[in-house]
């Protein structure tokens, strides 16, 4: 079987392209791990347009659902795909249980991870206090006092999107001075009754049970003393994890150009790459904002332009 798109990819982007492609009746298989993308772990995702809110999980049972009342769209689920090679004409994705499909056309949305801190209790409090997305998460932060880690542009972003809703926030740092573009610091700081900046800070433990209850990190002996570093623990009820994000853009990264940041280039009208046959679209390309709506809207322009490179190919269009 070949097929004229493969689609890699589960959350709203992989999701979108996949529906447009089987709507314009392109040959086409989605490809995922699962479905429903980072926000899975979110509890309520309250800006999908036309959802006032849903948990992330939910969300992933819509965009099964919408995929599943697609005529003629192969749906690979719980499927990895490990490998994109080049052929003669177009190309052979290989997944990790061994099977292979050929294809003209690849629409990569494989997203992006969220860097992780890779401290005990991260991973255990995951949705019950630890949060990755501050835009979708702070209103659930009412009243609370609240960490967040890392200084640069994001985790300044994180204060200004929970200033609004938390009774105070702490900014940890690793560093001796902030990261992030002077403008954002000065306007996100301007409210020193609600921030606390704590530099030369490494978080070593969130701490909790149900729900996360303190954030333990330890500071540098002063330069002069002979002391050893001292680890506090600070009560918080929910700690942001903003220490970047890496785009899951390996499969392409010796068939594409990427930028210095690993995200695969694409022009922002078509979401067409350096490397004809491939478009990428979300969270992996180098669009400037990350965020459900958008990545879909990404795939909605790479299909349309994938059916009209294909109709054109083909002499349909002129
Ligand atoms: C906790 C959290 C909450 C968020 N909440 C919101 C929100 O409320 N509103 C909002 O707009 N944005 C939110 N975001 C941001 C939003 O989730 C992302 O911008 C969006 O998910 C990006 O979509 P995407 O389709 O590009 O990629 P992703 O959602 O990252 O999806 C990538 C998909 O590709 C699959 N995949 C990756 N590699 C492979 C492979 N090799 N083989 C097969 N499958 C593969 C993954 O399993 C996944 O299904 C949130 C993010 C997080 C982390």
């Not at 049972?61 to 795909?81: P, R, S, W």
Request: proline share 4%; net charge negative; hydrophobic share 40%.
């Amino acid at each position: 079987m070949r097929y004229d798109l493969v689609i890699i990819g589960g959350g709203p982007a992989g999701v979108a392209g996949a529906v447009y492609a089987a709507r314009k009746k392109l040959k086409t298989r989605i490809i995922a791990e699962a479905f429903g993308g980072q926000s899975l772990v979110s509890a309520s995702v309250e800006n999908w347009i036309g959802t006032p809110k849903a948990s992330g999980f939910d969300l992933g049972e819509m965009f099964k659902a919408h995929l599943k009342a697609q005529e003629g769209l192969e749906i690979g689920e719980g499927e990895h795909v490990e490998r994109i090679e080049p052929i003669a004409e177009g190309f052979r994705v290989l997944t990790e249980r061994g099977d292979s499909y050929e294809t003209n056309g690849v629409l990569l949305a494989t997203g992006s991870v969220r860097r992780k801190l890779g401290v005990p209790g991260e991973r255990e409090l995951e949705g019950r206090g630890v949060a990755y997305c501050s835009i979708c998460d702070a209103p659930l932060f009412g009243g609370k006092d609240v960490a967040v880690v890392g200084g640069g542009n994001s985790g300044l972003e994180a204060v200004g999107d929970l200033l609004p809703y938390a009774k105070h926030v702490f900014l940890f740092h690793h560093a001796a001075a902030l990261a992030g573009d002077p403008a954002t610091r000065d306007r996100v700081l301007a409210d020193k009754e609600k921030v606390t900046v704590i530099l030369n800070a490494e978080t070593t433990m969130v701490a909790g049970d149900a729900w996360v209850t303190g954030i333990r990190y330890r500071l540098p002996a002063a330069p002069s003393a002979a002391g050893a570093d001292e680890t506090r623990e600070l009560s918080v009820e929910g700690v942001f994890v903003e220490v970047g994000l890496d785009p899951a853009s390996a499969l392409v990264k010796d068939l594409v150009a990427l930028n210095d940041r690993g995200e695969v280039i694409t022009d922002p009208h078509t979401q067409a790459t350096s490397r004809p046959g491939i478009w990428a679209a979300g969270d992996v390309t180098d669009g400037r904002y990350r965020q459900n709506n958008i990545s879909a809207g990404d795939a909605v322009k790479a299909v349309l332009h994938i059916y009209e490179t294909f109709t054109k190919a083909a002499g349909v269009l002129q």
